[in-house]
């Protein structure tokens, strides 16, 4: 069980003047900003934890599952799924709330960097 969480965004900037009436004007920012992944888990406790440091520097693959497609005419199943890679670093890592009868769930939050991507890659 796990939950991934992720946008992009781009930043509004105000372009109204003292000529502007009844409502402010916006226009888009050039720069998109690469967002961030949040995921939560089960505990990964066979496995090294992410570090999170200001100099390590990783890289994040999100792949999607493989879908099957139909339609009333055809079939057809995807060979290559989904993704979105980019670098990145780990910006923080909650362990668990340890409690009998509670999954023992952990979430850690990945930026991408914008140095290399976030890119998407469709499915084929």
């Not at 690469?34 to 090294?48: A, H, K, N, R, Y």
């Not at 670093?89 to 939050?109: H, I, M, R």
């Amino acid at each position: 069980m796990s939950k991934v969480d992720f946008s992009w965004s781009i930043e509004d900037l105000e372009k109204s003047t003292l000529d502007t009436t009844a409502y402010k004007e916006f226009v888009p920012s050039d720069l998109v900003e690469p967002g961030e992944v949040s995921v939560t888990c089960l505990m990964p406790t066979s496995i090294d934890l992410p570090v999170v440091a200001a100099t390590v520097t990783e890289t994040c693959t999100i792949t999607f599952p493989l879908r099957k497609v139909a339609s009333t005419t055809t079939t057809s199943n995807e060979t290559t799924a989904a993704n979105i890679a980019g670098t990145g670093y780990f910006k923080s890592f909650a362990f668990p709330n340890l409690q009998l009868g509670n999954l023992q769930e952990a979430t850690f939050v990945f930026k991408f960097d914008g140095g290399t991507g976030p890119a998407f890659t469709k499915s084929a």
